[in-house]
């Protein structure tokens, strides 16, 4: 068994491989059962060098510590195999002379990519490699398709994303990126069990789609025979919960919109939301802070995180920003700009070369001259505040400022990565916003609100002050795991088809 059958070869070649490798199935098959269940993994190899790793080889031989390991080939070098399992990897040491006759035929038909179960005996070689010497060997599953090159490993971008599974099994990093991802979900729900919330389930189906200005995706329900939305946000549901007396509750969920692929976007992504009854949105923003923090420390054992070249510390109080001080300061006004002005923020949206329609309110105006000039500007964690009313359906008035809402978005390396408010509990100002929503809807705005009945129905029954937050789970990991596009930490990323997938 050699290295040789490795590729990033042209497709004749490839072929070629495959069609040896088929015929050794071939071969398998009319000698045994090709594809066995029955061998029992005793060990992992994570464990193996944890609890065996430290001894000396006097020791180890003294121990005479038996294994039953099992995974996939990637790596030989003579009579050394290495074995990755789930949990790392382990080298084999496979004689053929210290096999029988049928053994030494197996081990001479292995590939790589096959998996294999092997038992034998611990040792150190010379250079201190913890081993198995193996005593016997079988074949669990023959793998017809070659792996990457062993140097090069699977470094195509498009391929890696279609063919996730060979990038994992190929790409060390790629597979730590995701177990980050898992331990970071883990460290969420752990936070949020701890302080009292309770985990729920929302529709991912609705009649309405709400809670974002978003397109949705529309299907269509056979039994019930009517059109229905894949949700664009879970934050009516958790409401319609806090009004019916939870007064702590989140979702880890998955959300729906209908709109473009980017470094940032994917149509299907992750969102944690939560709710917190007699809460207001200054207390959101201490939380998330401390959530952020909390997560460094759990998952990289820092309070610092590098992405892309930028330093972001934890410990260091987020800044706290509104819209229109960010606005004056990375714009860099003048005086004479009046933000509450509409003709002056049309001015000065065109001075800064910001698209716009002159229909708009000045609210919206303004939020697109944030969005393209500032956000991006953004570096250190930012709170950004006092969102106007106008691009915020769902938030409280502000008391002393009701063109303004009681809201946030957190900025973290020029993007967004959490929007809070102080939620809206007034059954009639809601309405009267729905209403709003639906007029701008009927304007040709496709990413409008629908208007929810029921959910002011449930307003009606009473809402207790409540804030409510949503945190996207793809950007969050892409932060701490430094990775610089949202198809790095998607294990399925939507992709456009292929000209030969027609």
Same mark, same amino acid.
């Given at each position: 068994m050699t290295d040789k059958d490795q590729t990033n070869q042209?497709?004749?070649? %490839?072929? &070629?491989?495959?069609?040896?490798?088929? %015929? &050794?199935?071939?071969?398998?098959?009319?000698?045994?059962?090709?594809?066995?269940?029955?061998?029992?993994?005793?060990?992992?190899?994570?464990?193996?060098?944890?609890?065996?790793?430290?001894?000396?080889?006097? %020791?180890?031989?003294?121990? *005479?510590?038996?294994?039953?390991?099992?995974?996939?080939?990637?790596?030989?070098?003579?009579?050394?195999?290495? #074995?990755?399992?789930?949990?790392?990897? @382990?080298?084999?040491? /496979?004689n053929n002379k210290t096999f029988d006759e049928v053994q030494a035929a197996e081990l001479k038909a292995l590939d790589l990519g096959d998996i294999v179960g092997a038992e034998g005996e611990l040792f150190k070689t010379q250079k201190g490699e913890l081993t198995v010497r193996v005593s016997g060997f079988r074949l669990l599953t023959k793998a017809l398709r070659p792996l990457p090159d062993k140097h090069k490993g699977l470094s195509d971008t498009e391929t890696r994303y279609r063919q996730r599974y060979v990038d994992l099994i190929a790409n060390d990093a790629s597979r730590q990126i995701f177990a980050t991802r898992s331990k970071i979900v883990k460290c969420i729900r752990d936070y949020f069990h701890d302080r009292g919330f309770m985990e729920v389930e929302t529709p991912m189906m609705q009649v309405i789609p709400g809670g974002a200005t978003a397109r949705p995706f529309i299907t269509h329900h056979n039994a019930l025979d009517q059109d229905m939305y894949l949700r664009v946000a879970p934050e009516l549901f958790l409401k319609r919960l806090?009004?019916?007396?939870?007064? &702590?509750?989140?979702?880890?969920?998955?959300?729906?919109?209908?709109?473009? #692929?980017?470094?940032?976007?994917?149509?299907?992504?992750? /969102?944690?939301?939560?709710?917190?009854?007699?809460?207001?949105?200054?207390?959101?923003?201490? #939380?998330?802070?401390?959530?952020?923090? =909390?997560?460094?420390?759990?998952?990289?054992?820092?309070?610092?995180?590098?992405?892309?070249? @930028?330093? +972001?510390? +934890? *410990? !260091?109080?987020? *800044?706290?920003?509104?819209?229109? %001080?960010? !606005? =004056?300061?990375?714009?860099?006004?003048?005086? =004479? !700009?009046?933000?509450?002005?509409? &003709?002056?923020? /049309?001015?000065e949206a065109r001075r800064l070369g910001v698209s716009f329609d002159e229909s708009w309110p000045k609210g919206k105006i303004l939020m697109e001259i944030f969005e393209q000039q500032v956000e991006e500007l953004l570096e250190q964690p930012t709170f950004i505040t006092e969102y106007p009313i106008e691009v915020s359906p769902l938030a409280r008035r502000n008391e002393s400022n009701p063109?303004?809402?009681?809201? +946030?978005?957190?900025?973290?390396?020029?993007?967004?990565?959490?929007?809070? +408010? =102080?939620?809206?509990?007034?059954?009639?100002?809601?309405?009267?916003?729905?209403?709003?929503? !639906?007029?701008?809807?009927?304007?040709?705005?496709?990413?409008?609100?629908?208007?929810?009945?029921?959910?002011?129905?449930?307003?009606?029954?009473?809402?207790?002050p409540t804030a409510g937050e949503g945190i996207g789970i793809d950007r969050l990991v892409m932060l701490f795991t430094n990775s610089a596009s949202i198809k790095d930490v998607l294990l399925f990323p939507h992709m456009r088809p292929r000209q030969d997938e027609y």
């Open positions: 042209a497709p004749e070649d %490839e072929n &070629k491989l495959i069609a040896q490798r088929r %015929e &050794k199935l071939h071969q398998i098959r009319q000698r045994r059962e090709a594809f066995p269940n029955d061998f029992d993994r005793t060990d992992l190899s994570e464990n193996i060098h944890r609890d065996y790793g430290h001894q000396d080889a006097q %020791e180890l031989q003294a121990a *005479a510590r038996r294994v039953s390991v099992a995974g996939r080939i990637i790596r030989t070098r003579g009579p050394f195999v290495v #074995l990755q399992d789930g949990y790392g990897q @382990m080298q084999l040491y /496979m806090t009004v019916g007396g939870y007064e &702590k509750v989140f979702e880890l969920n998955r959300n729906f919109r209908n709109e473009g #692929l980017s470094t940032r976007h994917n149509p299907e992504f992750t /969102m944690l939301e939560f709710y917190w009854a007699y809460a207001r949105y200054d207390d959101l923003m201490d #939380l998330t802070e401390d959530l952020f923090r =909390s997560i460094a420390h759990e998952v990289l054992g820092s309070s610092s995180v590098n992405y892309q070249g @930028m330093e +972001f510390d +934890f *410990a !260091v109080p987020f *800044a706290r920003l509104t819209v229109k %001080e960010a !606005v =004056s300061t990375y714009c860099q006004l003048n005086d =004479s !700009v009046d933000l509450d002005d509409v &003709k002056s923020l /049309m001015g063109e303004v809402t009681d809201r +946030f978005e957190l900025i973290i390396g020029g993007r967004e990565l959490a929007n809070g +408010f =102080s939620e809206l509990n007034d059954p009639e100002d809601q309405a009267a916003r729905f209403h709003a929503q !639906v007029a701008q809807k009927d304007a040709g705005d496709q990413e409008a609100m629908h208007f929810d009945e029921d959910y002011i129905n449930a307003l009606e029954y009473g809402m207790p």
